[in-house]
């Protein structure tokens, strides 16, 4: 018979055999200790989950903005520039970096593969022309690396990413929109 261990028992086995088994493992360690007898080890292969923690590290191909960047990007506006939330509708209506507009990677996954017509029914705002810069964010940085690759698969050649994204925004005391307000500055958003 094959012994296993605890979680590993209760998990590959039925309920029936694994309470047989949990009683079979509470009966031997305490003989083992006692007779000092040595029983084969065998060993169950499970795949590990290990924590992991995301960060952004620009997509190849793409320039990383820091804060000051973006912010004189914001303080001087280009139409030649899209600066694009890919955070979810929610999040971007809590705040957001003036002029930006919100097309959201994790709903809309196939938004910058869109022709442009269907581009702008789903959204209400025309969709960023290839020959223009797109600066993507989103809250910590790892939803913009992958909108930054997107825009590269479809074909955008000046892509950029602010690697630290909304969370450093607010960090770094950068001045914020809500949907509804205006500002002076704006972005080539076609809002």
Known sequence: MVLMRGAAAASLLSSNASRACLRTQAIRPAAH???GL???QHKVLRPAFLPVRWHSVPSGG???YD???MKQYVESPSPDRFI????EPAEYE????PGAINIPIKSQPDAMFLPEDEFEDRFGFSK???AKEVVFYCKSGV????????AQQHGYKNVSEYRGSWMDWRKQGGKEEKPGMSTDSTSGSGR
């Open 143 to 150: 939803r913009s690396s992958a909108a930054a690759q997107l």
């Open 94 to 97: 809590e705040g957001f970096i």
């Open 62 to 64: 793409s320039r990383a």
């Open 128 to 130: 960023p022309e290839m």
């Open 84 to 87: 694009i939330d890919v955070r």
């Open 33 to 35: 200790r006692i007779t």
């Open 67 to 69: 804060f000051d960047a």
């Open 38 to 40: 040595q029983q084969p």
